[in-house]
């Protein structure tokens, strides 16, 4: 059976204009790393654990922390409350030690019937979990959006059902931008390269940063979307004979591109004062713009869950990079799988997935949890939604609704590795710190992935 091999770290055309002035309190940043980037709670049982006798009990592990943990914990209370016969069991593990944790679970013979995890990791998963169409409805067939769908198959085979689409976008700090000036409408690189040179001449703020955390998997997550609208790839071919394509002529320029923000370019600072570092900048206006998450808006909260009240930000579709490639995203899509245990009998696993059914196909309330596209597509245009503060103040899920229907997002390759790994992109970070030359970070970090690769 395979084990997983690493452990993790952590998503302008038809733009939406308006600029927010919004929320109240002061401008100190909450510390820990929000959203699906992984803050957790410890172990431990995070719902009651008081079905009634003859329920079908479902153990669900979850890796949602802050305010994603809050909404899905009163999800699994409300289908609790149904009193239908299904105790869900839920319970928090660190984020950090997720993917360990399942693979000895499964392993060991203990596993959940439940188990979140990302849509892109459906191959490296496979061998560990089951596929769920035997016990599906019909109204899961066509409940999603297709790009959500289609990421939780594998082989033809269902084996997640998708809670949500996130991605990174560019957000601009309106303070800024317009002490410099300059207006957030960037529709090519020349007119971004002009609104960044002249908020470095006209004011004490750095004008952008590639990345939004000192992470190896937040320079990946932008890396792809640089190199895939300047038209290269970071994989070709198909599963089992993937090979990477990023340390060619394209990839070189895309990496070059980068490590120049910080370099010639002067936009950004090569070092991190802290791991939050690029998000305390932009909150406190040290930064103008930045590549961030659709749910980093949970980062500029301060100590009271409030965002400070003299942050007025933009955010917008990211598409101002150099290249004659696709305009997308990238994308993911926080997932329901369903973990190989033979203890489990079949009332348990049809119980755990009408759970997961009811989760993500009535799940109003992960839409505030802060820029969660909910993935199917009844709840992503309900009225509830549509009247959150992330669809008409923040934009955060507008602006991810527009670029789900347009096609303009893409999910990473779907690989039986743990791809999102600090030792295959961690040279991306000492590429863009200045610790490492280009030529020699992107080698080592192809050669890396490439020999993870080449052992599937």
Known sequence: MTQNDANTTESNGNRISRRHAIGTGGAVLTTALAGCSGLTGGGGSDSDNSGKSGDVNVDYWMYFGAQEKKEMTELVDEFNKKDNGIHINAQSVPFGSFLNKLFTAVNSGNAPHIASYYASYGRHLKPITDPIDDYLSSKSKSAYFDIAR?????????????????????????????????????????????????????????????????????AYRA????????????LTGEPGDYKVAFDNEKGMETAQLMTDITGKLGWDSQKFQSESARVEDFVSGKLGMFIAGTWSVNNFENENGEIPSDLSFTFQKPFMFPGEGDDVAWAE????????????????????VEFAE?????????????GHLPAAKSVATSKKVKNTKLWTEFDTISTMYEMVKDKQVRYQPRTGIHINSDKFWGPFIDMYLHNTSVKKGVKNSATSLQQALDRQ
């Open 358 to 370: 009811f989760a993500t196909q009535n799940n109003t309330l992960w839409a505030s949890a802060g």
């Open 333 to 352: 899509s926080n997932s329901l799988y369903f973990p190989t245990n033979s203890n489990h009998t079949e009332e348990e696993k049809k119980a755990a």
């Open 223 to 234: 890396y792809i979307i640089a190199l895939t609208q300047a038209g290269g790839n970071v």
């Open 150 to 218: 289609e990421n939780t198959k594998i082989d033809g085979d269902t084996y997640a059902l998708p809670i949500d689409v996130h991605g990174k976008g560019l957000y601009t700090n309106d303070k800024v931008l317009e002490k410099a000036g300059v207006d957030p409408d960037f529709s090519d690189w020349d007119s971004f390269s002009n609104a960044a040179n002249t908020i470095k001449k006209k004011t004490d703020a750095r004008p952008f940063s590639f990345i939004n955390w000192k992470a190896g998997q937040a």
